[in-house]
């Protein structure tokens, strides 16, 4: 089993920066991707970035441009640099790790508020 911990998030007025990180443990042997969704108050949670150990990536077009989500294999971690924040960035955000037999694996969740 992968467990997965978040580190970072905060308070950040709109148009700041945060960069959140993760690091996994476990079966890391396993993990042919991480990245991050989110979840908003009353809404579902959603896909944020994802990395795959070869180094592809995926953005949500709303973060498209403004975050970097980057993966460093040997350290097994990931972080999602988060540039022009805006309100609507506003949630929780979530580790994922994805395992070669195809299970999602996930974090605690890190808040992050952007708020003036």
Request: net charge positive; glycine share 12%.
């Amino acid at each position: 089993q992968v467990q997965l911990v978040e580190s970072g998030g905060g308070l950040v007025q709109p148009g700041g920066s945060l960069r959140l990180s993760c690091a996994a443990s476990g079966s890391i042997f396993s993990i042919r991707a991480m990245g991050w969704y989110r979840q908003a108050p009353g809404k579902q949670r959603e896909l944020v970035a994802t990395v795959t150990t070869s180094g592809t990536t995926t953005y949500a077009d709303s973060v498209l441009g403004r975050f970097t989500v980057s993966g460093d294999n040997a350290r097994n971690t990931v972080a999602l640099r988060m540039n022009s924040l805006t309100p609507e960035d506003t949630a929780v955000y979530y580790c994922n790790a994805r395992t070669g037999i195809s299970r999602d694996h996930w974090g605690q969740g890190t808040q992050v508020t952007v708020s003036s």
